[in-house]
């Protein structure tokens, strides 16, 4: 797949290139992304040359995990990466997907990410199919809940063991977008459900309800990226 560029009077989303491997090291090293993150230990910029330069282009060559960088229109400041993560061409897998984003240290707490995080995801929709878009958080990542959830994304409940961090399990939240959300069709008729609260009994994420408890990337290399906020 060609890699796209995507942009509206704000943001512009476009591939990853050579030059941002200092931003990406940069959100390697920050402690509230390492926090909620999958990252080198020691990250290096090597490592974050060959994030860019190998993994985001293989993503794009693949059509499986599509990286974006996202910057400001008017000055080119970078604000952070995101992507569409999880693609598969077979059968009817290719219709979920994931989403991933994390926000460059000076940049968060301005809406940026969860206005790109909203475009990328029509986006999607529209030139891939996807007829279901999960952001998946670590419980306790009050923020980068907080962003999907100004994108639209319906928090739907917690998810036990759905993520990796720090070489352990985690327990997750789960929110999700539909094409119908953003008042667009979807690619196989959906009979909504009933109105009503989308959380079992007793499954109330912890910030919400009775459940216990307080998004992250995958290792690099992988070409995953899960969220912060």
Known sequence: MD?????????????????DAG????????????????????????????????VCAQGWQDATNLIFAAELKRTGDFVGSLGVFGLS????????????????????GRGHTSAALRMMSAWAFGALGVDRLEAVVEV???????????????????????????????????????????????????????????HPVGQWPARIGPVAGAVGDSPPGTGTVRVTG
């Open 140 to 198: 306790g990542n009050h923020a980068s809940l907080a962003c999907a959830e100004r994108a639209g994304y319906v928090l739907e409940g917690t998810h036990r063991a759905r993520t990796v961090q720090g070489g352990s399990r985690r327990d997750a939240w789960v929110a999700a977008l539909l094409p119908q959300d953003l008042d667009r069709p979807s690619s196989v008729p959906y009979p909504c459900a009933a109105p009503g609260p989308p």
């Open 89 to 108: 061409w077979a059968g009817l897998s290719e219709q979920l997907a994931w989403v991933g984003y994390w926000t460059a240290a000076g940049q968060r």
């Open 3 to 19: 890699p796209v560029t995507l942009a509206d009077e704000r943001l512009v989303l476009r591939p990853m290139r050579p030059s």
């Open 23 to 54: 931003h990406v090291l940069a959100g390697w090293q920050d402690e509230t992304v390492r926090r909620w993150t999958e990252v080198p230990a020691e990250p290096t910029l090597r490592h974050a040359r060959a994030f860019v330069e190998v």
